[in-house]
């Protein structure tokens, strides 16, 4: 892993809870999609690891934002669905808008152009 | 489906306590260890090793049910006062003189209304129907519009369910009003139709949004509730059983009574039947819910 890549990789994991929220927004998901879900929109470049995203789901569901309950498969093992509380997109929202504020400030430090590739 | 998956999982859980919430965790990443080793054999891998990369994947599991849920000491320090002041939530400006705008539009709507419908001021129908408009519309704003507010325990709830609680609450108070018009005698029985339209499509909604309402309690709350002791009946489920009996007995008493005095002296006492079980029954709540527990043989 290069030096771009841990960056990336520490910034993406520092906002996985608000990312898990903002995939279950879209609609009641379990473990393996969240995880897709996640892979895809990077590209493949990056992933979340397994193992951080059960301990934001148990966070998450601890602190109300999401509930979950189990999928009704008829084979194979059944899935644990996970589903976002008024409380969970609540908190998005304001996770969000401190992103974009934040963001906003680190691009004025960093100086970074608009147009920069 | 992957046969090695269930022996790899079983290692990786092994030395592992089973408490019901390790049972829970194992059964979930079976189901997404499958998915995951079926997307890899998809992509080429042998069975054998999908079902070995995607449990590498996985990590270490006993970290995982180290570190939660129950691993955050209880900070018995913080009583709910405390908390409360830590996290309250002024209401905003802007709300609170539209909570005023709104009230009065309610209390102006009904008022006059009622007071037409009487007789007492000359209106005819049509300013009295729309004087439970506007008293309706006031009532459901206030509804709509304290839910979408930030309170020091709750969040604020999605524009679109609270606007569905602003038309529920509409439709059900618009409804009462109607049924309230054909009461006093100003308007026909037809009335009654839209009465009844407002009211049940009101409860249906109604139902629909309490059986699909999710968590809207802040975190801090929560911790707070799961940190209250239990009452009585949490501790004895056979009191909180005794007492739903007792409920049951008073209400049927009730219920007799009130048919009986329907039938002597008149419809108009039938309230004072009711009020009375009301007051029985919170009595009864009253003494076996927070009786101190005394030790056996009093």
């Known amino acids: ?117 | 489906m992957n046969p090695d998956i269930h022996r790899l999982l079983d290692e990786a859980f092994q030395g592992i306590e089973m408490t019901p919430d390790a049972q829970d965790l194992k059964e979930e990443m079976r189901a997404n260890l499958m998915a995951r080793a079926d997307e890899l054999a998809a992509a080429g891998a042998t069975p054998d090793e999908a079902a070995r990369q995607a449990i590498a994947e996985l990590g270490d599991v006993r970290a995982l049910l180290d570190e939660t849920p129950d691993a955050a000491p209880q900070r018995g320090a913080d009583d709910y006062a405390s908390l409360v002041l830590r996290h309250h939530v002024r209401p905003k400006p802007g709300f609170v003189v539209r909570a005023v705008v709104w009230s009065i539009a309610a209390v102006v709507g009904i008022t006059l209304g009622i007071l037409g419908a009487a007789g007492v001021l000359p209106l005819s129908l049509g300013p009295q129907i729309a004087l439970f408009g506007l008293a309706s519309t006031g009532i459901a704003l206030l509804v709509g519009d304290s839910l979408s507010q930030e309170t020091t325990t709750n969040h604020p709830l999605p524009q679109n369910r609270a606007a569905g609680y602003f038309l529920a609450t509409l439709l059900g108070a618009y409804g009462l009003g109607f049924g309230g018009l054909v009461a006093l005698g100003t308007m026909p029985v037809w009335g009654v139709v839209f009465a009844a339209l407002g009211v049940i499509a009101s409860i249906v909604l109604f139902s629909f949004l309490g059986a699909t309402q999710t968590n809207r309690h802040k975190a801090w709350t929560r911790e707070a509730l799961r940190n209250e002791p239990p009452n009585r009946f949490e501790r004895e489920p056979e009191t909180a059983a005794r007492f739903g009996v007792y409920t049951a007995a008073i209400w049927l008493v009730t219920f007799a009574v009130i048919a009986v005095l329907v039938f002597t002296v008149g419809w108009w006492w039938a309230p004072v039947a009711f009020v009375a079980g009301f007051a029985l029954m919170m009595l009864v709540l009253a003494r076996m819910l927070f009786t101190s527990d005394k030790p056996a043989g009093r």
């Open chain 1, 1 to 117: 892993m290069t030096q771009d890549d841990a960056f990336a990789a520490d910034l993406l994991r520092g906002h996985t809870d608000t990312i898990v929220l903002g995939v279950l927004r879209r609609g009641d998901a379990y473990g393996f999609e969240i995880y897709k879900a996640i892979r895809d929109a990077t590209g493949g470049q990056h992933e979340i690891k397994e193992a951080t995203l059960y301990a934001t789901y148990r966070r998450l569901e601890k602190d109300g934002l999401v509930e979950s309950y189990w999928g009704d498969e008829s084979q194979g093992g059944r899935r644990k669905y996970y589903r976002i509380t008024d409380a969970g997109r609540a908190v998005f929202r304001g996770n969000v808008a401190a992103w974009t504020a934040t963001r906003r400030i680190i691009d004025a430090l960093l100086d970074v152009k608009e147009s920069q590739q």
